[in-house]
């Protein structure tokens, strides 16, 4: 298998970053990937705090246990931190997507050095 191969598909389906870290451009996939850990801890504490505050109304009786009633609770919590949720879901996709596609130019480019084609090296 190519590089550029490998290389996409570790940027795809594990983080972004895992490709150029395979590839041995340690400071730059590192670099992709603290800034992704970075947005999905954001996105996540943002949700998990978002949760504490229905659960805490909830409890408190400020809402019966009717789903409605939960549901548009939910709906005016979410409401609140949409942008800067949005904002870093932006930010994690456009990571992702450098992340794919600079490994592959990476990967072709070391691909070519090595004169590797059709996954076998000539």
Not at 17 to 37: E, M, N, T
Not at 81 to 109: K, P, Q
């Amino acid at each position: 298998m190519k590089n550029s191969t490998k290389a996409v598909l570790l940027s795809c389906f594990v983080l972004p970053g895992a490709g150029h870290l395979y590839l041995k451009r340690y400071k730059f996939g590192l670099l992709l990937s603290v800034s992704a850990v970075a947005a999905v801890y954001f996105i996540t504490t943002s949700a998990i705090q978002a949760a504490l505050e229905v659960s805490e109304i909830i409890q408190g009786g400020g809402v019966g246990l009717d789903a409605g009633a939960i549901a548009e609770l939910v709906s005016q919590q979410s409401r609140g931190g949409e942008e800067s949720s949005s904002t870093t879901m932006t930010t994690l996709t456009i990571i992702w997507l450098i992340g794919i596609f600079d490994s592959y130019r990476v990967g072709r480019m070391l691909d070519k050095v090595k004169g590797v084609v059709g996954g076998k090296e000539t």
